[in-house]
């Protein structure tokens, strides 16, 4: 079982609807859970961190956390073009803060 | 605060050669991080530091890969005897420990081993 899981896509949706893309992690210690945005060629670009159960909103971006399920979600909101990119889920774990990044899922926003 | 920076950007070197990169954090970061990126897949732990000190390193770094960070400032990567598994994205990402998780990635080597 890989630490972090995640739909590699491409998930397709119209411009305007709302993606939602979703992350689950096999270590129950886990602290930290971040979404990371990857253009094709450009390194990764943080745009939503959440550390605690429920949602966690910032402009057109939710973040949702069950830890019990062991379950993240990045919902985006009123989707455009631009936000066609590879998301990355990622967790952090261990006494060293470990990074684990997800394959991540592909978003294809159709104008 | 000027971002992460890495060079070279671009390397292309054939099988057998030693390549080494460089990467300078923010420079008020003392963690710093190695990953490696292949096609469709995602960023993949290689090891870390707290200033100078290497925590941790992936059970994945064979021995022809080492790391440092000798005054806790800049690092750097070498991969001795290069093979063409080797040829991927090599990303360095520092952050504060007081924030511990924020991580700000640099812009990547990317490596072709022919």
């Known amino acids: 079982q890989k630490e972090v899981e995640q739909n590699s896509g491409p998930l397709s949706v119209p411009e305007g609807a709302i993606a939602s893309l979703n992350c689950t992690y096999s270590?129950?210690?886990?602290?930290?859970f971040f979404w990371y945005r990857q253009y094709s060629g450009k390194s990764p670009e943080l745009i939503m961190s959440?550390?605690?159960?429920g949602d966690k909103e910032d402009g057109r971006f939710t973040a949702q956390l069950n830890k019990a399920s062991q379950y993240v979600s990045l919902l985006i909101r009123d989707s455009q073009p631009s936000d066609s990119a590879t998301y990355l889920c990622?967790?952090?774990?261990?006494?060293?803060?470990?990074?684990?990044f997800g394959i991540g899922t592909k978003l294809q926003v159709i104008p | 605060d000027t971002g992460v920076s890495q060079n070279p950007r671009h390397k292309i070197t054939k099988r057998g050669q030693n390549v080494t990169f460089r990467c300078d954090p923010i420079?008020?970061?003392?963690?710093l991080y190695w990953y490696r990126q292949t096609l469709g897949q995602g960023p993949e732990f290689l090891t870390y530091?707290?200033?100078?000190?290497?925590?941790?390193k992936s059970r994945l770094l064979s021995d022809r890969f080492s790391a440092e960070r000798p005054k806790g400032s800049f690092s750097t990567l070498e991969i001795q005897r290069t093979e063409q598994g080797d040829s991927a994205m090599y990303l360095c990402?520092?952050?504060?420990?007081?924030?511990?998780?924020?991580?700000?990635f640099g812009p990547g080597t990317r490596l072709t081993v022919t």
């Open positions: 990402a520092s952050s504060l420990v007081a924030t511990q998780t924020r991580q700000y």
């Open positions: 270590d129950r210690g886990s602290q930290s």
């Open positions: 959440i550390y605690s159960n």
């Open positions: 990622a967790v952090i774990s261990g006494g060293y803060q470990k990074v684990t």
């Open positions: 420079s008020e970061h003392n963690r």
């Open positions: 530091f707290q200033n100078e000190a290497q925590l941790e």
